[in-house]
T-cell receptor, first 113, second 114 residues
């Protein structure tokens, strides 16, 4: 079945460091891929998405490219800030599973000044 | 425009009891999905409702049920609570069924079963 595997945390970085959070997926066909962010005490917010191969989603300095050949959708940011501290979830929306969403287990990021 | 609201925000119950959680979607949104979030399992899909009909259901026992009203508000019920039901329950709304639109999440209801 469809599934998402993402890098386990927690991840701790210094401010202005480069961030990569790995995400790989298993799915039939061409699912849509998403990154969500969850700040403490809040629900999930959509960070970025890509709906077809080679698409690049971007928002707030974060980027992720839909790579079908490696079934990956890694999240990157060139210079993290303290305010980026949160839990990040990779997700896919399956095509042959009633468009159901599948989420990874989340990666906790802490950015220290 | 108001976001997705969930009530209550926190709940403490004992084993064997039942609980009902409520979700009010963003105005105009007709699809509501429910998820269970736990540290070990991450987010797991429970079910999705659209226009008062259940469209999709995850792999959860029959103790978990839901419904949607004509105003798109949704409730989720868990009967005969078990310790393992302790989790953050998130609801998400979208204009159309999740296949065609981005979901917007509420802040969640944190349930603790003692």
């Amino acid at each position: 079945g469809d599934s998402v595997t993402q890098m386990e945390g927690p991840v701790t970085l210094s401010e202005e460091a480069f961030l990569t959070i790995n995400c790989t997926y298993t799915a039939t066909g061409y699912p849509s891929l998403f990154w969500y962010v969850q700040y403490p005490g809040e629900g999930l917010q959509l960070l970025l998405k890509a709906t077809k191969a080679d698409d690049k989603g971007s928002n707030k300095g974060f980027e992720a490219t839909y790579r079908k050949e490696t079934t990956s959708f890694h999240l990157e940011k060139g210079s993290v800030q303290v305010s980026d501290s949160a839990v990040y979830f990779c997700a896919l929306r399956g095509i042959y599973t009633g468009n159901q969403f599948y989420f990874g287990t989340g990666t906790s990021l802490t950015v220290i000044p | 425009k108001a976001g997705v609201t969930q009530t209550p925000r926190y709940l403490i119950k004992t084993r064997g009891q039942q609980v009902t959680l409520s979700c009010s979607p963003i105005s105009g949104h007709r699809s509501v999905s429910w998820y269970q979030q736990t540290p070990g399992q991450g987010l797991q899909f429970l079910f999705e409702y659209f226009s008062e009909t259940q469209r999709n259901k995850g792999n959860f026992p029959g103790r978990f049920s839901g419904r949607q009203f004509s105003n798109s508000r949704s409730e989720m019920n868990v009967s005969t609570l078990e310790l393992g039901d302790s989790a953050l329950y998130l609801c998400a709304s979208s204009l159309v069924p999740a296949g065609g639109e981005t979901q917007y999440f509420g802040p969640g209801t944190r349930l603790l079963v003692l």
